[in-house]
């Protein structure tokens, strides 16, 4: 077969690493040339074997589209985003910028894309065998800018949902510390399954009614999350105690820590952590 060429601006020891892992290497002569700032990579099979070649051609798309990725995306990316964050207020662009890349180089997002990708750089080594990166992308790059731009999408949609989420709890943040406080105490017990509001003698609250409540509003199932928090809410306690800190992880304790901040306190271990081998007076029995 004939050679295949491959050239880029990257600096050839920037991409040792990638030929290293070649699995068909042992049969392949490589060999580089310098033309100014450009490197041109020639590989060859040591032997005339024509069911290698689609192996080799196969290789070789997959060695191109690992050079893009790790050494061209980061100017692409910087190119694309920009016109996505101009409009955005507080967003650390470098934290942008960071999050795509990372998009990119996760295996298990935009397979399709990246498949598609692939398949344009063996098309080309196919039908050229000889491909010049830097040429390539400026000329041919659709199928790369998609996946740019898909990764940037997927990015851009976490980041309107974070800075929803953050005016969502801003939101009630406000309303608790303007709210008068109910109660001065209220217990949350949390087991594996379930959560439970006790006041300050450990009786059950009722919430029943903030449940139903919320049923009317949504017209929905309600989670037993949605419950605990409006009642935490309509009570404003003064102090809020988590029982259970192997779930100190959970949704919910997060969210509640975040809306009522230096209200929240972990228990440092009672009685009442130990709920699977006591009794809880209920108050409504």
């Known amino acids: 077969m004939e050679p ?8 050839a020891e920037k991409i040792h690493n990638i030929i290293e892992k070649f699995s068909c290497k ?3 002569n490589i060999n580089y040339e310098v033309y100014n700032d450009r490197f041109v990579y020639t590989f060859t099979l040591n032997k005339k074997r024509s069911d290698g070649d689609i192996a080799l051609y196969n290789t070789l798309a997959n060695f191109a589209y690992d050079i893009i990725i790790n050494f061209y995306s980061e100017k692409i990316i910087y190119l694309r985003t ?9 967003v650390d662009k470098s934290k942008v910028l960071e999050e795509v890349n990372k998009v990119l180089l996760d295996r298990k997002q935009l397979v399709e894309e990246k498949e598609k990708f692939k398949n344009d750089l ?4 196919i039908e ?3 491909l010049i990166i830097d040429g390539y992308l400026t000329f041919r790059s659709k199928a790369f800018i998609e996946i740019v731009d898909k990764a940037i999408e997927k990015t851009m949609e976490k980041i309107y949902l974070l800075i929803e989420y ?6 009630l943040q406000f309303f608790v510390d303007t709210q008068y406080s109910q109660v001065e105490l209220v217990n949350v017990l949390i087991t594996k399954d379930s959560i439970q509001l006790l006041d300050s003698y ?3 609250i009722n919430n029943s009614e903030i449940s139903s409540l919320l049923e009317e509003i949504f017209y929905e199932d309600i989670s037993e999350s949605d419950v605990i928090l409006s009642s935490l809410l309509a009570l404003a306690p003064e102090n809020i105690v988590i029982h259970g800190n192997e779930y100190d992880d959970s949704e919910i304790v997060i969210v509640l820590k975040e809306i ?4 929240i306190h972990n228990c440092s271990g009672c009685d009442l952590c130990l709920v699977n081998s006591i009794g809880i007076k209920n108050t409504e029995s």
């Open 82 to 90: 920009s016109r996505f964050l101009n409009d955005i207020e507080g």
């Open 128 to 130: 050229n065998n000889t």
């Open 260 to 263: 009522f901040r230096d209200r």
């Open 26 to 28: 042992k049969s392949l």
């Open 166 to 171: 953050n005016e969502y709890i801003d939101t």
């Open 202 to 204: 450990n009786n059950k």
């Open 122 to 125: 063996l098309d080309y080594l």
């Open 4 to 11: 295949i060429k491959i050239g880029s601006t990257v600096p």
